[in-house]
């Protein structure tokens, strides 16, 4: 975790001329508030606040049920686990919130989506501003797959509908592993074909 410091009001610097009375500390989200109650001899108590700014930390999965969860999906059920582990290397894990877009409409597409968790909602925008909703994916469902194959733009829009947890892949990550084990891709890419005709992502 990042520890950013922000100072908010300083009076003076705390030496050893001066005596800590209290320490105050308050988590806010993601920005912790320090109270620091001090004072000289003779003086009134001053107080000095100083912001700790944590970045969030980056969401982390054990591998094997990474893997594991792989296994289920339609599209790389022909991979061995040696292809599976290879795999797990490269995905991403993505959280979104409700009402968050995963991409946009005429955007190039850069990566696949697996649900591990949540709901995601297909739609596409009429020119009169209207949303016709398309198809709706859950657990285990992937969505954006033609990404591994070319950058063509996104033919329709991706909403969350609930709190939800995905795996990504990136086009150029899965390129680049490929190199190392080309007959990873071919299963893959036969797999993509199969269902890229879906009218959507």
Do not use: W
Not at 113 to 134: A, C, H, M, N, W
Not at 145 to 162: C, F, I, Q, W
Request: hydrophobic share 35%; charged share 30%.
């Amino acid at each position: 975790m990042i520890l950013q410091i922000i100072p908010i009001n300083n009076y003076v610097s705390i030496s050893n001329d001066y005596t800590v009375e209290s320490i105050l500390l308050k988590n806010l989200q993601n920005l912790i508030i320090l109270h620091i109650k001090y004072k000289r001899r003779g003086d009134t108590a001053k107080l000095r606040l100083t912001a700790v700014r944590t970045n969030k930390p980056e969401h982390t999965m054990d591998k094997t049920v990474i893997s594991n969860f792989l296994k289920d999906i339609e599209l790389f059920k022909e991979l061995d686990d040696e292809e599976l582990a290879y795999l797990t290397e490269i995905v991403k894990i993505r959280e979104y919130k409700t009402d968050e877009m995963v991409f946009s409409e005429n955007n190039p597409r850069k990566r696949i989506y697996i649900v591990y968790e949540g709901r995601i909602e297909l739609f596409k925008r009429s020119p009169t501003g209207q949303d016709k909703r398309l198809a709706s994916f859950s657990k285990l469902d992937f969505l954006g797959e033609g990404a591994l194959m070319d950058n063509y733009p996104h033919a329709t829009s991706a909403r969350v509908k609930e709190p939800t947890t995905v795996f990504t892949i990136d086009r150029e990550d899965f390129r680049e592993q490929s190199k190392a084990m080309p007959e990873l891709a071919y299963k893959v890419l036969s797999g993509a074909a199969r269902v890229i005709g879906r009218p959507y992502c």
